[in-house]
C-alpha cells in the first residue's frame, strides 16, 4: 500500500470523532462549589428525560442540560442567595425563587439550600411546573437550610408559564 | 462393563449422585423450607431446585461435547457427529429445563395465582420481558434452542466452533442473576461464577461425552480420546479450583461464618473437587499408561466413579445456590454518589502506597495471565528438553507483559480507573501501547509451533487451532497495516473521548470487552510495526498512532471543559486532584503514551527482528513433534 494511506485515514477519523463528540456535548461553566459532594448526590440523581426532553453530555461538573436545542440547563454549587422580593415556589418539598428576566426564559434558584442548585428553562418548550417537578428528587438531596416565608404551593397548572406543546423547538 | 451398559449407567449414577446430595443439601441448608409469607408451596419449593439441576447438568453437556468434539476429536467422522448429537440432545433437555426453571422462579417470586387465564398470560409476559430475573431465563431458553438446531445441523470445524462460543456465552446470563456477593464485589462475584460454570461445564460435560463416545471409538482411538480429556480436566480443575475459591472469598466476610450450612455445602464441593483432583491424577499418571484396546472395567468404573463424585457437587451446588450466603444482600442499598455510579463504595484516597496495595482482582484476567506465563514456561521446557534453544529475552518480556497485564487488569489502575479519569487512561495506555509490544516480542506464536505436538490424526489440537486462525479470512484482513492503524486510532478515541468510554464504565461486560478489545488491537499492531519490511509504512503507522496519541492527550490537557463531566466528575471525591486537573494528568498519560509506538520501531525491533516474531509463515504446514527437532537452527540470545 502507498505511504500516506494508513496517516491520512487515521487523521480522517480522528476528525470525525473528535466532531462528533463536540457536536452533541453542551458547553457549560461549572458553578464555584460544582465540586462539592454534595452536588455529586444531586447530580448523580439527574432524571434521564424531562418529558420528551433527552438529556445531553455537558462538560461541566454538576451540571445537566436536556432538549435539542437546549431547552433544560440546571446546575448545582451555587452561592445560596440572599432573602429576595421575588416570587418564591414550592414543588416537590424544594423551594425555589423565580426571576422572569429573561421571559420567555425563566431562571429558578432554590431558596434554602446549601449549595444552592439553579434551573434555566425556556417556558416556550416545557413548563416550568414539570421541570421542577421532575429535577426535585435530585435536588431534595441537597441539605435545607432555610425556607421561603410565603411559598406559592403548586396549584396545579395556574402558576405556570403557558407551556406550548409541539415538535420541541 | 460394556459399552451399551456404561452409556446407561454413568448419566444415571451422575442424575442420581446429584439428586441424592440436592435433597441432603437442602434439607441440611433449608433451601426448600417453606416460607412464611407467601410460601408457593412444596412443588415449587421442591422443583425448582430439581429444575435448576438439570439445567446445569445439561448445559454442561452441551458444553462439554462441543469442546471435546472441537479438541480431541475428527470431522466428518462418526466419532464427531455422535459428540454433536450428545450435545444438540443435551441442548433440547436444557431448552425444556431452562423454560421449566423459568417458570418456577416466575411462580416462587411472584407467587401469581397460576391459571389459563388472561391475567396470569399477562403477568407471565412482563416477567418474561420485564425483570431481569425473566429476561435471564427468556434469553437462555432461546440460546438453548437456537444451541440444538445448530448442533444437529453442524458437522464442520468453523460451524462447530461457532456453536460452542454460542454454548458458552449461553451459561453468562445465569451466572450474571441475582445479587452474589457483597455491594463491594459483586463483579468479582460473578466473573468468579462465569468461570467456574464454565470450568464445570467442560469437565463434567466432557466426562459424559466420553461415556456416549466410547461405542464409536476403536480401541487405539479410545486412549487417545482420554488422554486428550485429561488435559482438558485438568485445565478444567484448575479454573474451578481457583474461580470456587474466588466465589467463597465475596460471599462470606468472616471465617467463622463457615461454620453454617452453607459452609457444609460449601465443604462437601470441596472435599468432592479434590477428590476428583485425585481421581484425575490416578488416571492421567497410571491408568492411562497402562491402558491397552478400549481400556479395562475398572477404568470404566472409575469413570463412572468420578461421575458419581461429580454428580453430589452439582447437587450440592444446586443446594448451595438455593442457601443464602452470609455476606449476600438482598438488594444493595445505593446511597453516595459512588456507589449509584459505580455500584461499590468510593475508595480511600490513591496514595502512593496504594498503588502497590491497592488490588481489585478481575478474575478473568488473572486467570488468562497465569495461563499465559504457565503454558508460556511449560513450553519453553520442552523445547529445552529436546536441545532446541529459546532465547530468554523473549521468556523476560512475555512474563513481563503478563505480570503487567495482571496490575493493569487487578491492580491501582483497575481500582481506581472507575473513579480517576488520569488511572482510566494509563489502563488504556498499558493495554494498547506497552502490554501487546511485550506480549508480541515474547513470540508466542512460534513458540506454539515449536513446542505443541502436531496432530496428525485430523483432530485439531491448539497448534491447529492457531494455525486455522492464522490462515482465516478475518485476520488476513486485520494484519494489514491501514487496518490495523485504523483500528488503534479508533479505539485510542472512541475508548478516550466518546460515550463508549461511558458504556465500559458502567457495564462490567462493557468494561472485559474493552480489555479484550484493546490486547487484540494493540498486539495487531504491535505485530505490524515489528514485521513490516519495509520503512515507509513502518514509519506512516508509528506516525500517525503518536499523532493520534498526542492530539488525545493534548485534546485532555488544553480544553477548558470536563469531559465525562456526568462520571468522573460526578463522584463526590474529597481527596486528590479536582477532576479537572485530574483530566490534565490524563492528557500527560497519553502524550507519554505517545512516545511507546517510536520506542517499539526502534528499540522493539531490536529486541526482536521480523523473523523472530512474525512467525506467520505463509507455509506453515507445522512440522511433525519432535522430528522437527534438528532443523530450523535458531541464533541464540542472552
Not at chain 2, 462460543?165 to 468468579?192: C, E, K, R, W, Y
Not at chain 2, 495506555?429 to 511485550?438: D, F, G, K, R, S
Request: proline residues 5%; glycine residues 8%.
Amino acid at each position: 500500500m502507498k505511504r500516506p494511506r494508513p496517516v491520512l485515514a487515521a487523521a480522517l477519523l480522528a476528525g470525525v470523532l473528535a466532531l462528533a463528540s463536540c457536536a452533541y456535548t453542551v458547553s457549560l461553566d461549572a458553578a464555584a462549589d460544582a465540586e462539592s459532594p454534595l452536588c455529586a448526590n444531586a447530580s448523580v440523581r439527574l432524571p434521564e428525560t424531562i418529558g420528551d426532553l433527552e438529556r445531553r453530555w455537558t462538560d461541566a461538573q454538576a451540571t445537566g442540560a436536556w432538549g435539542v436545542p437546549t431547552a433544560v440547563v440546571c446546575s448545582c454549587g451555587l452561592q445560596p442567595p440572599a432573602p429576595t422580593t421575588l416570587q418564591c415556589v414550592t414543588i416537590g418539598g424544594v423551594d425555589w425563587i423565580v426571576d422572569e428576566t429573561d421571559t420567555p426564559n425563566l431562571r429558578l434558584t432554590t431558596y434554602g439550600r446549601e449549595p444552592a442548585a439553579q434551573a434555566y428553562i425556556d417556558t416556550t418548550v416545557v413548563s416550568a411546573d414539570e421541570v421542577l417537578g421532575v429535577l426535585s428528587t435530585a435536588v431534595q438531596q441537597l441539605p435545607a437550610t432555610g425556607e421561603c416565608t410565603a411559598p406559592d404551593v403548586e396549584t396545579g397548572q395556574q402558576d405556570a408559564p403557558t407551556a406550548v406543546d409541539g415538535d420541541g423547538r | 462393563m460394556n459399552s451399551r451398559m456404561l452409556r446407561l449407567t454413568g448419566p444415571f449414577i451422575l442424575a442420581l449422585a446429584a439428586l441424592a446430595a440436592l435433597i441432603v443439601g437442602l434439607l441440611m441448608g433449608g433451601g426448600a423450607a417453606p416460607r412464611l409469607i407467601s410460601d408457593p408451596g412444596p412443588v415449587i419449593r421442591w422443583g425448582l431446585p430439581v429444575v435448576k439441576l438439570l439445567v446445569n447438568l445439561s448445559a454442561a453437556t452441551m458444553v462439554g461435547a462441543l469442546i471435546v468434539a472441537l479438541f480431541a476429536l475428527r470431522a466428518r467422522e462418526r466419532e464427531f457427529s455422535l459428540a454433536l448429537d450428545v450435545a444438540s440432545a443435551a441442548a433440547a433437555v436444557f431448552t425444556v429445563a431452562a423454560g421449566a426453571t423459568g417458570f418456577f422462579t416466575f411462580v416462587s417470586t411472584f407467587n401469581p395465582e397460576v391459571s389459563a387465564g388472561m391475567a396470569f398470560g399477562q403477568q407471565l409476559g412482563r416477567y418474561l420481558t420485564e425483570t431481569e430475573l425473566g429476561r435471564v431465563w427468556l434469553i437462555s431458553t432461546v440460546a438453548a434452542a437456537v444451541i440444538t438446531i445448530l448442533a444437529f445441523a453442524v458437522r464442520g470445524w468453523a460451524s462447530t466452533l461457532v456453536t460452542a462460543l454460542v454454548a458458552i456465552a449461553a451459561l453468562v446470563p445465569m451466572a450474571t442473576q441475582g445479587h452474589s456477593g457483597t455491594l463491594a464485589n459483586h463483579d468479582a462475584a460473578v466473573m468468579a461464577l462465569i468461570i467456574h460454570v464454565v470450568g464445570v461445564a467442560v469437565w463434567l460435560g466432557g466426562l459424559v461425552t466420553l461415556v456416549f463416545l466410547r461405542p464409536a471409538l476403536t480401541a487405539g482411538r479410545v486412549r487417545i480420546v482420554v488422554e486428550r480429556y485429561s488435559t482438558l480436566a485438568l485445565a478444567s480443575f484448575a479454573l474451578v479450583a481457583v474461580s470456587g475459591a474466588a466465589r467463597t472469598l465475596t460471599s462470606i466476610t468472616d471465617p467463622r461464618e463457615l461454620l453454617s450450612p452453607y459452609g457444609a455445602l460449601l465443604a462437601a464441593k470441596t472435599v468432592a473437587l479434590f477428590v476428583l483432583g485425585a481421581l484425575g491424577v490416578v488416571y492421567r499418571r497410571r491408568l492411562i499408561a497402562r491402558m491397552t484396546g478400549t481400556g479395562g472395567a475398572a477404568f470404566w468404573w472409575l469413570i463412572v466413579a468420578e461421575l458419581g463424585m461429580m454428580g453430589i457437587a452439582s447437587g450440592a451446588a444446586a443446594a448451595l445456590a438455593r442457601t443464602p450466603a452470609p455476606a449476600d444482600v438482598l438488594a444493595p442499598a445505593l446511597t453516595t454518589a459512588a456507589e449509584i455510579l459505580t455500584e461499590a463504595p468510593l475508595p480511600p484516597e490513591l496514595t502512593p502506597l496504594a498503588w502497590l496495595t491497592a488490588w481489585e482482582v478481575d478474575l478473568l484476567w488473572a486467570v488468562v495471565a497465569a495461563g499465559g506465563v504457565v503454558f508460556y514456561l511449560a513450553g519453553v521446557r520442552r523445547l529445552r528438553r529436546v536441545g532446541r534453544a529459546w532465547p530468554k529475552s523473549r521468556t523476560v518480556l512475555w512474563t513481563c507483559g503478563m505480570l503487567l497485564l495482571f496490575w493493569t487488569t487487578s491492580g491501582a489502575a483497575a481500582a481506581y480507573g472507575d473513579y480517576l479519569h488520569s488511572m482510566n487512561m494509563l489502563g488504556r495506555i498499558q493495554l494498547l501501547l506497552v502490554i501487546p509490544p511485550l506480549l508480541v516480542l515474547g513470540a508466542p506464536y512460534r513458540l506454539a509451533l515449536e513446542a505443541i505436538a502436531h496432530r496428525n490424526d485430523g483432530s485439531h489440537g491448539i497448534r491447529e487451532w492457531l494455525q486455522a486462525a492464522t490462515r482465516s479470512p478475518a485476520l488476513r484482513i486485520l494484519r494489514r497495516s491501514a487496518v490495523a492503524t485504523i483500528l488503534m486510532v479508533a479505539t485510542l478515541w472512541g475508548l478516550g473521548a466518546t460515550r463508549v468510554l461511558s458504556w465500559t464504565l458502567v457495564d462490567p461486560l462493557g468494561h472485559e470487552w474493552a480489555i479484550a478489545h484493546s490486547l487484540a488491537v494493540g498486539s495487531l499492531l504491535a505485530w505490524n510495526v515489528l514485521t513490516s519490511a519495509r520503512p515507509a509504512v513502518r514509519a506512516a503507522v508509528t506516525g500517525a498512532i503518536t499523532i493520534a496519541a498526542t492530539a488525545l492527550g493534548l485534546w485532555n490537557l488544553l480544553q477548558p471543559g470536563l469531559a465525562f463531566a456526568d462520571w468522573f466528575g460526578a463522584m463526590g471525591r474529597t481527596w486528590g486532584a479536582s477532576p479537572i486537573e485530574d483530566q490534565r494528568n490524563a492528557g500527560l498519560i497519553a502524550i507519554v503514551g505517545a512516545i511507546l509506538p517510536i520506542l517499539l520501531a526502534t528499540v522493539g525491533r531490536r529486541f526482536g527482528s521480523a523473523d523472530d516474531v512474525a512467525s506467520i509463515p505463509p507455509s506453515s504446514k507445522g512440522h511433525s513433534w519432535p522430528t522437527a527437532a534438528t532443523h530450523d537452527s535458531e541464533p541464540s540470545r542472552g
